[in-house]
């Protein structure tokens, strides 16, 4: 089945305490993105990926890293994690084309206290 | 950079009548508009999407319409039904930086029976 799996699905941790969200999709895609979804701010861009080791800020990327080491994998770092992190996560990746959108993960909600 | 507006933010109407969601965006050179469906606790879903070399694109009882001159595209879903209720994102990219797909802010659509 073609999916985009994320890691975990919840989390709960406390401030400065490092932290990696793995993602990985088997659908052989160039483009993979992450996103952070907050009540009314809708879906904001962290950052993204146009292939292995091209990775590039989105709107939102402070506090965060990334690496794609492998076509695959696009894990989320979050090096010394902060409360206004806590938010949902979404992973999503799509074809080189462009067309036929994201496919989204099933998200991780993250809590930082 | 490209922005992306939609319109309402939350929407009720009485199940079997319409719905209609609007968008604006400002970059010109976008050329692909999908749209996305997230029920409750799930992750966002392609539902439809359009190419700017058309005018308007129909799946069953969604629709969405684009104006490239005035730069904006909406979504019409007709005959609502219960399972219809949900928040609908739109989103505009240019396939070229198909990695840069920016969101609307949401539209949660409840639908009354």
Not at chain 1, 79 to 93: D, R, V
Not at chain 2, 35 to 42: A, D, I, R, S, T
Request: positive net charge.
């Amino acid at each position: 089945e073609a999916q985009v799996t994320q890691n975990p699905r919840y989390l709960i941790t406390v401030t400065g305490k490092k932290l990696t969200v793995t993602c990985s999709q088997n659908m052989n895609h160039e483009y993979m993105s992450w996103y952070r979804q907050d009540p009314g701010l809708g879906l904001r861009q962290i950052y993204y990926s146009m292939n292995v080791e091209v990775t590039d800020k989105g709107d939102v990327p402070e506090g965060y890293k990334v690496s794609r080491k492998e076509k695959r994998n696009f894990p989320l770092i979050l090096e010394s994690p902060s409360p206004n992190q806590t938010s949902l996560y979404f992973c999503a990746s799509s074809a080189k084309t462009g067309f036929g959108g994201y496919t989204f993960g099933s998200g991780t909600r993250l809590t930082v206290v | 950079g490209e922005n992306v507006e939609q319109h309402p933010s939350t929407l009720s109407v009485q199940e079997g009548d319409s719905a209609v969601i609007k968008c604006t965006y400002s970059d010109s050179a976008s050329n692909y508009f999908p749209w996305y469906k997230q029920e409750l606790g799930k992750r966002p879903q392609l539902i439809i999407d359009i190419r700017s070399n058309v005018g308007e694109k129909k799946d069953q009882r969604i629709a969405v319409t684009l104006n490239k001159t005035a730069k904006h595209f909406s979504l019409h879903i007709t005959e609502t039904q219960p399972e219809d209720s949900a928040v609908y994102f739109c989103a505009a990219s240019r396939p070229s930086s198909a990695s840069k797909i920016i969101f609307g802010s949401g539209t949660r659509l409840s639908i009354r029976p």
